[in-house]
């Protein structure tokens, strides 16, 4: 059983929302350590050690109550992973778990960076993001439209980098603009009724929120591309990708062919992508020379994008015409003689990609260490949606030196990088944690140490 110290906890622990931090300490840290760490991001308004009912000693956790989710979201991020004392391991921070969430969030969690707001019709996405800028660095803003008509229906997103972006977003812009963090469908957000405004708390329900245009999704089993009508060429092309491609990276890709008009990255409630992009072209014969070209293309190496047509309402008088000129441009993309005609300049760039995409500038290669040597530092990596492959891997950590082999536990998401230089495994961590690679995007953090069990087979990654 457990026990917190003798001080009362206030009523409603999650009044504001988000605002208690779990804490996992040494077990030495006292009340009073933490309080004076966790004060100079805000007004904290309790500190509770949770203590061992029988022998009343600490059991290295704790709770830190703050006045302002801002507040707790800025400790969150800016004391994580910090040693307290000296001696003693780094402590780790979370949003601590409330009513209306099932666990407790960290810092990476992607919950916390995303507000939904009430705007004009009239609102731009660069108004959107002039107006929420004040508040954070802004990842992305999406307006909710009409699938019909494309109007707006007065109801966006945005996006932040972190979460105290967010929470100071929701605290302190325009109470008109009644903003919340974009919980997903399936939450209960019983305490803020929106439905009152009409729109806010159907819109936000609907299936349609973030989607402007239906999507068939694949069965799971089966990962060839739906029949999109494929047998009627459109304008309109549907991009179905395993790996968790972004919206800059699909647009440059399809960029490369004149003539794109709009690219949309299907997302869910959590803004995460959904493995579907629409793309249009303001004429038929780049949407056939770009399915022609880029169905089954790799990108990044190892990840074969699907492309197919998609229904955009043409009259089927028009979707005639349209066939007959598509047979005509067709000849020449499958004839190849003459496909120089129809072939958009720079366009032979897309076969000669780096095998290596990411979001951040790589040193160039290194040799790797010799494999009997003797690791000073180990890696653990947690990758999102899948494990990269071991060459890939390999090719990306050994660029900071001394890398002496990778290992990828099978049947997880996670694998260890070894190096025999502790400087090297330190700047590979600073560089690399959190960042996107081939489309996965990457925790890298310190291994724990293994533990000295003589019964036990020593670890060989």
């Not at 059991?59 to 004392?85: D, I, N, P, T």
């Not at 598509?326 to 076969?351: C, D, E, R």
Request: neutral net charge; contains cysteine.
């Amino acid at each position: 059983m457990e026990d917190s110290s003798s001080k009362q906890m206030p009523e409603n622990l999650d009044d504001p929302p988000n605002s208690r931090l779990f804490v996992v300490t040494s077990r030495s840290i006292t009340e009073d350590e933490l309080r004076e760490s966790f004060s100079k991001f805000g007004e904290v308004q309790g500190v509770w050690l949770v203590k061992d009912k029988q022998t009343k000693e600490p059991k290295g956790v704790s709770y830190v109550k703050f006045a302002k989710s801002s507040q707790a979201c800025l400790a969150m991020e800016e004391m994580h992973g910090k040693v307290l004392q000296e001696g003693t391991k780094p402590i780790k921070v979370f949003i601590a778990q409330s009513r209306g969430s099932a666990r407790h969030r960290d810092v990476e969690d992607e919950e916390l960076t995303r507000i939904f707001i009430m705007i004009p019709k009239t609102f731009t996405e660069e108004d959107l993001k002039n107006t929420f800028r004040e508040y954070g660095d802004i990842e992305y803003c999406i307006l909710i439209r009409n699938k019909v008509t494309g109007e707006s229906k007065g109801l966006g997103y945005v996006r932040y980098y972190k979460p105290s972006q967010a929470a100071l977003a929701i605290e302190n812009c325009d109470k008109s603009y009644r903003a919340i963090l974009a919980e997903p469908r399936s939450k209960n957000n019983s305490s803020e009724d929106y439905s009152a405004g009409g729109a806010r708390g159907g819109d936000y329900s609907s299936s349609d929120s973030m989607n402007q245009y239906p999507i068939i999704t694949p069965d799971q089993g089966n990962y060839s591309m739906m029949d999109y009508r494929q047998s009627e060429f459109t304008r309109s092309l549907m991009v179905s990708t395993r790996a968790a491609l972004t919206q800059e990276q699909i647009f440059a890709l399809f960029d490369l062919i004149p003539g794109m008009e709009y690219c949309e990255l299907h997302r869910d409630s959590y803004g995460m992508s959904k493995g579907h992009a629409l793309i249009r072209y303001n004429n038929l014969g780049s949407a056939v020379y770009a399915k022609e070209k880029l169905n089954g293309f790799e990108y990044p190496p190892g990840n074969r994008i699907q492309v197919a047509f998609y229904e955009d309402g043409e009259s089927p008088a028009g979707r005639m015409a349209s066939q007959f000129v598509t047979a005509q441009i067709l000849s020449s993309v499958w004839n190849g003689a003459n496909s120089s005609m129809i072939k958009p300049a720079g366009f032979s760039s897309v076969s000669q990609m780096s095998r290596i995409q990411t979001d951040v500038t790589l040193p160039p290669l290194k040799k790797l260490a010799p494999s009997d040597s003797k690791a000073k530092e180990r890696l653990f990596v947690v990758f999102n949606p899948s494990p990269l492959p071991l060459d890939v891997l390999e090719d990306v950590f050994c660029r900071f030196g001394s890398l002496i082999e990778v290992h990828l536990v099978p049947g997880r998401k996670v694998g260890y990088m070894k190096y025999a230089d502790k400087q090297c495994a330190d700047e590979a961590m600073a560089v690399l944690h959190g960042r996107i690679v081939n489309g996965v995007k990457m925790k890298v953090m310190l291994a724990d140490p293994p533990r000295e069990e003589s019964h036990k087979r020593p670890r060989t990654y």
